[in-house]
């Protein structure tokens, strides 16, 4: 069995969800006089490839600690909406079962293709990967429920729509954009298609269901997408923890991953080694040009 990585790169440059604790490094000891280099961290837990667990949104859920490993590791199903969504669009289930299949029971990673304006990318934005991101509508929140999904995990800021969260308070002219678009492809105002009652719904509604969600995904997602995979998401085994940080990765059999290194060096690379598909962009952008036409 071999492995691909869907880890983000983590480092003090690494952005956390706005407003949270950023990482933070100090040397506590080094090799000069105390023959050992041991360093203190400072950080929240919603930074990088992260696990929100059900008690970030949901008093009476599972800590970290709690969630097995039969659950952590399973079949996924590997989805590319980047062909379908730009800056501030709403991914349905349609969208997902059209381009790939979707079983009862499954882990659902979905690309948006918005990790490639994350800060390890030579395209790097960090607004447009925590603030124009696609997401779901309660359509999508009540598929997943019927299709009993394990966990679901995305390449973006957020399983929610970013103007579905309180960002829509704090980018304000980010927020009139985003209504727009709404009301060019809806008819009606983001206030009222994502009104009070859909608040932060793929966490508040999902998590007492048991179907958390996996934020910031993205390493080698590219050379992944449309596909069924064996998908696994190790946190820390971390009692009383609301989320974690984490490292997920998909598995592979040896010809399988032979044939996706070849894949890979005909890729371009970003500076931590990881191949990207730069034609994700071109997508990402033709969408988004109609939305804000």
């Not at 009862?104 to 960090?126: R, S, V």
Request: charged share 25%; with cysteine; aromatic share 10%.
């Amino acid at each position: 069995m071999r492995f691909i990585d869907l880890t983000v790169p983590l480092g003090v440059a690494t952005p956390p969800w706005p407003t949270y604790e950023p990482l933070q490094i100090k040397y506590f000891k080094r090799l000069a006089p105390n023959g050992a280099n041991g360093q203190v961290l400072t950080h929240s837990n919603h930074l990088g490839t992260h696990l929100d667990g059900e008690i970030h949104f949901y008093t009476p859920g599972k800590d970290i600690a709690a969630l097995t490993m039969d659950y952590l590791v399973h079949e996924a199903a590997v989805v590319d909406l980047s062909d379908a969504c730009g800056d501030y669009d709403v991914y349905t289930s349609k969208m997902v079962e059209d381009r790939v299949e979707v079983k009862e029971g499954d882990i659902l990673i979905i690309h948006t293709g918005y990790h490639h304006f994350g800060w390890d990318m030579p395209t790097a934005d960090e607004i447009r990967y925590m603030v124009k991101h696609p997401g779901p509508d309660r359509e999508f929140a009540l598929w997943a429920k019927q299709k009993k999904l394990r966990w679901i995990g995305v390449d973006c800021g957020s399983a929610d729509h970013p103007m579905n969260t309180i960002i829509r308070d704090w980018m304000p002219r980010q927020a009139r954009q985003a209504d727009k678009v709404f009301q060019k492809k809806f008819g009606k105002p983001l206030a009222e298609f994502f009104d009070d009652s859909k608040y932060q719904l793929m966490h508040i509604e999902m998590f007492p269901h048991g179907i958390i969600h996996a934020e910031c995904l993205g390493g080698e997602i590219d050379l992944l997408l449309n596909r069924r995979v064996q998908v696994g998401f190790f946190p820390w085994r971390f009692v009383d923890g609301e989320s974690s940080i984490g490292r997920c990765v998909a598995m592979l059999d040896d010809q399988e991953y032979e044939e996706l290194m070849a894949q890979k060096e005909k890729l371009p690379k970003t500076k931590f080694g990881d191949a990207f598909n730069p034609a994700h962009v071109q997508q990402i952008e033709t969408f988004t040009k109609k939305n804000l036409d």
